[in-house]
T-cell receptor, first 114, second 111 residues
Framework: EAGVAQSPRYKIIEKRQSVAFWCNPISGHATLYWYQQILGQGPKLLIQFQNNGVVDDSQLPKDRFSAERLKGVDSTLKIQPAKLEDSAVYLC????????????FGEGSWLTVV | DAKTTQPPSMDCAEGRAANLPCNHSTISGNEYVYWYRQIHSQGPQYIIHGLKNNETNEMASLIITEDRKSSTLILPHATLRDTAVYYCIVSVTGANSKLTFGKGITLSVRP
């Protein structure tokens, strides 16, 4: 079974520029998550989708971050404009049932803002 | 904030058991204990979970104290590939549950 696919794997941008990350979850997984992981810290949940609806976006900095999952499958996370502190790994994860033991993570998209 | 406390790091010798401790003194009755690990440059990977009974699978064993305020993840025969950050997480189960990660414990397995 194919895992969670993310792209791009690496991205370097200047501050105030924009960037978008794409995620293709495991086939059939209704729940999709975006996490942000800053170096030396554990992942932090940014947004959780159930199909194409948002379940939790309480920690998403909505002034600069946006995410969508229009058809309930693929998802895009956008940052505009980027700040230096946005340098992190952005992890996408998906789950069939939504329970913590069924969550599968992608390898992440590494963002460096200079 | 994470509801668990883990030491920042530990090491063990290859082939020996690795016992990773976790404190979760404020755990609620309906919260499970989950363990994930993250190998360098990869996303986190589920290991095991439990409510109050000890659990074992092909990867590890989970020992939960009777009062449920702490637990230990046991890797019975650690290998170099087990070097990773291990996260202990408490969470309810169900469709809208979510993982709240702390800093985890870095396990270094030495040859």
């Amino acid at each position: 079974e194919a895992g969670v696919a993310q792209s791009p794997r690496y991205k370097i941008i200047e501050k105030r520029q924009s960037v978008a990350f794409w995620c293709n979850p495991i086939s059939g997984h209704a729940t999709l998550y975006w996490y942000q992981q800053i170096l030396g810290q554990g992942p932090k949940l940014l947004i959780q989708f159930q199909n194409n609806g948002v379940v939790d976006d309480s920690q998403l900095p909505k002034d600069r971050f946006s995410a969508e999952r229009l058809k309930g499958v693929d998802s895009t996370l956008k940052i505009q404009p980027a700040k230096l502190e946005d340098s992190a790994v952005y992890l996408c994860a998906s789950s069939l049932k939504g329970s913590p033991n069924t969550i599968y993570f992608g390898e992440g998209s590494w963002l460096t803002v200079v | 904030d994470a509801k668990t406390t883990q030491p920042p790091s530990m090491d063990c010798a290859e082939g020996r058991a690795a016992n990773l401790p976790c404190n979760h003194s404020t755990i609620s009755g309906n919260e499970y204990v989950y363990w994930y690990r993250q190998i360098h440059s990869q996303g986190p990977q589920y290991i095991i979970h439990g409510l109050k009974n000890n659990e074992t699978n092909e990867m590890a064993s989970l020992i939960i104290t009777e009062d449920r305020k702490s637990s230990t993840l046991i890797l019975p025969h650690a290998t170099l590939r087990d070097t990773a950050v291990y996260y202990c997480i408490v969470s309810v189960t169900g469709a809208n549950s979510k993982l709240t990660f702390g800093k985890g414990i870095t396990l270094s397995v030495r040859p």
